[in-house]
């Protein structure tokens, strides 16, 4: 029976091998483990949730230590959001993993990086309590078609799996064929998400919680506008969750 168990990891290990890398693509070491591809266990255990203070309303980390409380800018004009949360730091090992992700188009790492996301943040009650609907941000078309696949959809599934919460695909929709954030100076990405984001068919949405789930959160312009196009069709708070903020 053994010889048959290793016959048959010998087979689904070629079969692997055959469609992705034989060795980490962050640390080089082979990968001989069951179930490993393109990053070892190794460099997933590495990963590690950021601890330390931050802005309630926006989640934006503090330098400083303390309890959490909100930022300057918040206390000024609150986002159209209610809570957003970060894992961590756009830098380091969770930068890199996320960029093969994304532009190496190694859909098959999210199911690793939305569990990290609920190692790091499934008992922040504040964000998940009352939460009814889970909703990825949408690409458009175009660029979905180009990728083969939407990063954050891939996460909000495993998300609403690992919280037994219902998953809505294609009820928010971009609308606009933007250039992408990244591609853009800090004032210009709210002008360039301005009225990208529609929701079709909301009436299942009124009244609910939803949490909104993204890959990266630099200046917050793309989960807002997304908030305010939810909360137009008659959501009752918008959150949102983010692997990690620049």
Known sequence: MSSLRNAIFSASKFAELI??????????????????????RNCWESLH???SSFCIACGRFFEVSGSPHVCADC?????????????GMYQGKLKDVILLYKY??????????????YKSLGKEMDLWWGVETIIPVPLHPKREKIRGFNQAQ???????KYKGIELLEKKLIRVKNIPPQTSLEASERKKNVRGAFAVKNGESLKGKIILLVDDVYTTGATIKECSLALKK??????????????
């Open 104 to 117: 190496r188009k190694f859909s098959v790492l999210g199911k690793g990086l939305a569990a990290f996301a």
């Open 19 to 40: 469609f992705f890398p034989s060795y980490c693509q962050l640390c080089e070491e082979l990968l001989e483990l069951p179930h490993e591809k393109v990053i070892c």
């Open 49 to 51: 949730a950021r601890r």
């Open 75 to 87: 206390l000024k004009k609150r986002p159209s959001f209610a809570i957003h949360r970060s894992c």
């Open 233 to 246: 069709a008659g959501a009752r708070e918008v959150r949102a969750i983010t692997l990690a903020q620049v």
């Open 154 to 160: 891939i996460l909000a599934k495993e998300l609403a």
